[in-house]
Protein backbone atom coordinates (compact mmCIF):
# COMPACT_ATOMS: atom_id res chain seq x y z
CA UNK A 1 0.00 0.00 0.00
CA UNK A 2 2.93 2.19 0.73
CA UNK A 3 4.12 1.56 -3.20
CA UNK A 4 0.93 2.39 -4.02
CA UNK A 5 0.48 6.10 -1.98
CA UNK A 6 3.94 6.96 -3.02
CA UNK A 7 2.76 6.46 -6.76
CA UNK A 8 -0.30 8.13 -6.84
CA UNK A 9 1.61 10.98 -4.91
CA UNK A 10 4.29 11.62 -7.96
CA UNK A 11 2.11 11.06 -10.28
CA UNK A 12 -0.12 14.23 -8.91
CA UNK A 13 2.89 15.86 -8.26
CA UNK A 14 3.83 15.45 -11.86
CA UNK A 15 0.24 16.41 -13.10
CA UNK A 16 0.77 19.63 -10.95
CA UNK A 17 4.41 20.42 -12.55
CA UNK A 18 2.93 19.80 -15.90
CA UNK A 19 -0.13 22.50 -15.32
CA UNK A 20 1.73 25.10 -14.16
CA UNK A 21 4.74 24.76 -16.86
CA UNK A 22 2.35 24.83 -18.87
CA UNK A 23 0.21 27.85 -17.37
CA UNK A 24 3.75 29.69 -17.00
CA UNK A 25 4.47 29.01 -21.15
CA UNK A 26 1.25 30.26 -22.09
CA UNK A 27 0.66 33.44 -20.28
CA UNK A 28 4.38 33.87 -18.56
CA UNK A 29 5.09 36.57 -20.98
CA UNK A 30 2.21 38.80 -21.57
CA UNK A 31 3.60 41.93 -19.70
CA UNK A 32 7.08 43.34 -21.05
CA UNK A 33 8.81 46.36 -19.06
CA UNK A 34 11.26 48.29 -21.11
CA UNK A 35 13.67 50.92 -19.91
CA UNK A 36 13.23 54.10 -21.72
CA UNK A 37 16.13 56.37 -19.81
CA UNK A 38 18.03 56.75 -16.62
CA UNK A 39 19.31 59.54 -14.87
CA UNK A 40 21.73 59.81 -12.26
CA UNK A 41 21.21 61.98 -9.34
CA UNK A 42 23.58 64.77 -8.92
CA UNK A 43 25.89 62.93 -6.40
CA UNK A 44 25.78 59.37 -8.16
CA UNK A 45 24.97 57.42 -5.52
CA UNK A 46 21.17 57.23 -7.14
CA UNK A 47 19.43 56.35 -10.11
CA UNK A 48 16.03 57.25 -11.76
CA UNK A 49 14.61 54.55 -14.31
CA UNK A 50 11.40 55.80 -16.52
CA UNK A 51 9.73 52.05 -17.40
CA UNK A 52 7.02 51.74 -20.17
CA UNK A 53 5.45 48.65 -18.64
CA UNK A 54 3.36 47.25 -21.07
CA UNK A 55 0.72 44.54 -20.40
CA UNK A 56 -0.81 43.92 -23.69
CA UNK A 57 -4.66 43.92 -23.55
CA UNK A 58 -4.60 44.45 -19.90
CA UNK A 59 -3.47 47.76 -20.19
CA UNK A 60 0.20 49.11 -18.70
CA UNK A 61 1.53 52.27 -17.38
CA UNK A 62 4.78 54.34 -16.97
CA UNK A 63 6.80 53.86 -13.91
CA UNK A 64 9.19 56.07 -12.50
CA UNK A 65 11.94 54.01 -10.21
CA UNK A 66 14.56 55.22 -7.45
CA UNK A 67 16.98 53.01 -7.22
CA UNK A 68 20.47 52.88 -5.07
CA UNK A 69 24.28 52.36 -6.97
CA UNK A 70 24.83 49.39 -4.42
CA UNK A 71 25.31 45.97 -5.24
CA UNK A 72 26.50 42.70 -4.14
CA UNK A 73 28.12 40.77 -6.52
CA UNK A 74 27.38 37.20 -6.27
CA UNK A 75 29.30 35.06 -8.61
CA UNK A 76 26.07 34.06 -10.72
CA UNK A 77 23.93 36.94 -9.84
CA UNK A 78 23.62 40.65 -8.32
CA UNK A 79 21.94 41.30 -5.25
CA UNK A 80 20.11 44.76 -5.28
CA UNK A 81 18.07 46.62 -2.76
CA UNK A 82 14.61 47.17 -3.84
CA UNK A 83 13.57 50.33 -6.03
CA UNK A 84 11.54 53.15 -4.49
CA UNK A 85 8.28 53.49 -6.51
CA UNK A 86 8.07 57.42 -7.30
CA UNK A 87 5.17 57.85 -10.06
CA UNK A 88 2.87 55.53 -11.75
CA UNK A 89 1.35 56.74 -14.70
CA UNK A 90 -0.65 56.18 -17.59
CA UNK A 91 0.83 53.94 -20.73
CA UNK A 92 2.65 55.51 -23.57
CA UNK A 93 2.82 58.60 -20.89
CA UNK A 94 6.65 58.32 -21.15
CA UNK A 95 7.14 60.26 -24.48
CA UNK A 96 5.99 63.39 -22.24
CA UNK A 97 7.44 62.78 -18.99
CA UNK A 98 9.72 65.96 -17.45
CA UNK A 99 11.77 64.55 -14.93
CA UNK A 100 15.11 65.78 -13.65
CA UNK A 101 16.38 65.80 -10.20
CA UNK A 102 16.25 68.42 -7.90
CA UNK A 103 18.86 66.74 -5.29
CA UNK A 104 19.56 63.89 -4.11
CA UNK A 105 16.53 64.08 -1.83
CA UNK A 106 14.20 65.41 -4.20
CA UNK A 107 12.75 64.02 -7.99
CA UNK A 108 10.97 66.15 -10.20
CA UNK A 109 8.37 64.69 -12.36
CA UNK A 110 6.23 66.62 -14.46
CA UNK A 111 6.62 69.63 -12.20
CA UNK A 112 5.63 67.39 -8.91
CA UNK A 113 8.04 67.20 -6.47
CA UNK A 114 8.73 63.49 -4.66
CA UNK A 115 11.03 63.12 -1.71
CA UNK A 116 13.61 60.02 -1.81
CA UNK A 117 13.88 58.24 1.03
Not at 40 to 45: A, K, L, M, T, Y
Not at 83 to 95: A, L
Amino acid sequence: TSKIAASVFCALMTAFILFFAFIMLTFGNIGQNTVIKSIDSPSGNLYVQVVDSDQGALGGGTIVDVYEKREIDVVVFKLKDKPQRIYVGEWGEFDNIKIHWKDDNYLVVNSVEYEIK
